[in-house]
């Protein structure tokens, strides 16, 4: 079975971190560049950061640029979100994406692109 499996949310004050997982099984994730998503309710989902396949490309949305930071370790097949300095507008679903249609830099933010979708981890930032 093909999935992606997220891991670490939680609720955390204003100004903590959060380290999310992403774990594929079922297939190999180092083919697919990856991306991390997020739904806040009653709001549209939003990529927040995707990183190429090899690890060499990434980008960031400009609300979490300087705070958040995506990797990957393609031996372990995973991918992580290091989210520093959370505030309350980060309070949402947080999804990880794989997909290789076309190259990075086209389907950064685009999530009709990916094909494989985990099933979300809750993060919540609140005093």
């Known amino acids: 079975q093909l999935q992606l499996v997220e891991s670490g949310g939680g609720l955390v004050q204003p100004g903590g971190s959060l380290r999310l997982s992403c774990a594929a099984s079922?297939?190999?994730?180092?083919?697919?560049?990856a991306g991390w998503f997020r739904q806040a309710p009653g709001k549209e989902r939003e990529g927040v950061a995707c990183?190429?396949?090899?690890?060499?490309?990434?980008k960031y949305t400009d609300s979490v640029k300087g705070r958040f930071i995506i990797s990957r370790d393609n031996a372990k097949n995973l991918v992580y979100l290091e989210m520093d300095n959370l505030q309350p507008e980060d309070t949402a679903v947080y999804y990880c994406?794989?997909?290789?249609?076309?190259?990075?830099?086209?389907?950064?933010?685009?999530?009709?692109?990916?094909?494989?979708w985990g099933q979300g981890t809750q993060v919540a930032v609140s005093s």
């Open positions: 994406a794989a997909g290789g249609r076309t190259k990075i830099q086209d389907m950064c933010r685009m999530a009709a692109l990916y094909d494989y």
């Open positions: 079922g297939f190999t994730l180092a083919y697919y560049n």
């Open positions: 990183i190429s396949s090899s690890g060499d490309w990434i």
